[in-house]
């Protein structure tokens, strides 16, 4: 179905008092925010453009790791990448969780909405707060709900999975791939499939739907973090990732991102291509307001689609900072620390090619240096230690390149994500 692009300003102001009342809540349960606000001269602000940037170092200073027992029905999430030795907590208040089961339900029920209700659905999806909550939706849906322990073996992921026969599946694209390659080999016909926590580019797609014996539209890629919670969704009608109605998304360029503090006046961008920044107007436990989600987008644009506007992205290009998954979080504050201390002084950079490759400019990789990176990213990132120890994803691997030959043409490590 097509879809015409507006250009009209990106927030109407009709949000305006939307934003002034979610920046005055965000102040009174978080008082550094309140302060921040305040030495900007710009509290209970309705204009985005007056709020400041929400950052690494300013939620690693007042959030991630900071008591709060001010919100004690809170339900709290841990990352498993960590920056100074740490994991990052995530809170959720009772109705941060509703919205985001509303949002799930939203989605999935339209998605699914070929399958009868009482079939089988089942995540696998690892740790972290889309596993937690993956039954709930499914349940609510009226599936028939299974989850998996994301410390069990592959293979008995593999004989579950064949024992269900899910009709749905919901998982993420890493651990599906290990899934496949998995012997005994897995033997199911889901008629979805949903994944969500890593890049699913278009021909990684169809290739799932046709080893599945699916068309392309029956996989379906999600966007989401622990931070937001569902953030958007790939539309097979627009050929574009749509976001969800209560994500007020923006774009940085990329170059500026770094030099920009929360303490700069940084406008509103409306289109475009760079760093996404994302403000939630349901989220209340986190201050997702102007929050720098660290992922670099294409194509930012407001959409008319099926009679309603929507913003629309086209494709995720990679992380520019924060945390690269291999099957779950590995902060680059520990990337950067490990090869430091393995390959002094050697640029490097991490992708995703089926897994975590880190490419480093040396001569040779020996099997010691190899081993001594694969225990520290085990000692940093115990979850990932966990997946790589179950077999749903594969080991850390380094691999030596010339001078010169680092994909991202610069001096310093860089995270790229799989190409479509």
């Known amino acids: 179905m097509p879809h ?52 690494t170092d300013l939620l690693s200073a007042h959030y991630y790791t900071a008591d709060h027992p001010h919100l004690p029905d809170a339900s709290a ?77 592959v293979d008995e992921h593999v004989a579950k999975l064949n024992a269900w026969r899910p009709d749905v599946f919901f998982t993420m694209p890493m651990i599906l791939d290990r899934l496949l390659q998995a012997r005994p080999g897995l033997n199911i016909r889901p008629r979805k499939i949903m994944v969500v926590g890593d890049v699913a580019p278009p021909a990684w797609r169809a290739h799932v739907a046709e080893r599945f014996g699916l068309r392309p539209e029956d996989v379906l890629d999600v966007f989401g973090s622990i931070e937001i919670g569902a953030i958007a969704y790939w539309c097979a009608q627009t050929g574009l990732y749509h976001f969800h109605d209560h994500i007020l998304p923006e774009v940085v360029p990329a170059r500026e991102l770094a030099r920009l503090t929360a303490d700069d006046w940084v406008p509103s961008h409306q289109e475009g291509s760079g760093a996404l920044l ?13 929050y720098v989600t660290g992922d670099a987008v294409t194509g930012l644009r407001r959409i008319r689609h099926d009679g309603r506007e929507v913003f629309a992205f086209e494709r ?19 990337l950067v620390q490990i090869m430091a201390e393995v390959f ?32 520290a990213v085990d000692r940093q990132a115990p979850d990932v230690a966990q997946m790589i120890a179950s077999g749903l994803v594969g080991p850390v691997r380094v691999t030596a390149v010339p001078p010169g030959g680092l994909r991202s043409g610069h001096a310093k490590r860089r995270l790229d994500l799989r190409e479509g």
Do not use: C, M
């Not at 002034?20 to 900007?40: E, I, K, S, V």
């Not at 707060?129 to 322990?149: P, T, Y």
């Not at 995720?316 to 520990?334: C, P, Y």
């Open 77 to 153: 999430y841990h990352t498993s990448g960590t920056s100074g030795g740490r994991r990052k907590r995530i809170l959720y208040s009772p109705a941060d969780e509703d919205a985001y089961v509303a949002q799930r339900r939203q989605l999935f029920g339209e998605f699914t909405r070929s399958v009868p209700r009482g079939a089988v659905a089942v995540a696998d999806l690892g740790t972290g707060h889309a596993a937690a909550s993956a039954r709930r939706v499914f349940s609510e849906l009226g599936f028939a709900a299974h989850d998996i322990d994301f410390t069990r073996p």
């Open 344 to 375: 002094p002084g050697r640029p490097f950079e991490a992708v995703d090619d089926d897994g975590l490759v880190i490419r480093v400019v040396t001569d040779t990789v020996g099997d010691d240096q190899l081993a001594v990176v694969r225990s």
């Open 4 to 55: 015409t692009t507006i250009t009209t300003p990106a927030h109407a102001p009709a949000r305006a008092a939307e934003l002034a009342a979610l920046a005055t809540g965000h102040t009174q349960r978080f008082p550094w925010y309140r302060d921040l606000l305040l030495r900007r001269g710009t509290p209970g602000s309705g204009d985005l453009s007056d709020l400041p940037l929400l950052g």
């Open 316 to 334: 995720i290009d990679g992380r520019l900072a924060g945390d690269f998954k291999h099957g779950e979080r590995i902060s680059n504050h520990d």
């Open 278 to 290: 994302l403000t939630s107007l349901t989220r209340s436990y986190f201050p997702a307001v102007r």
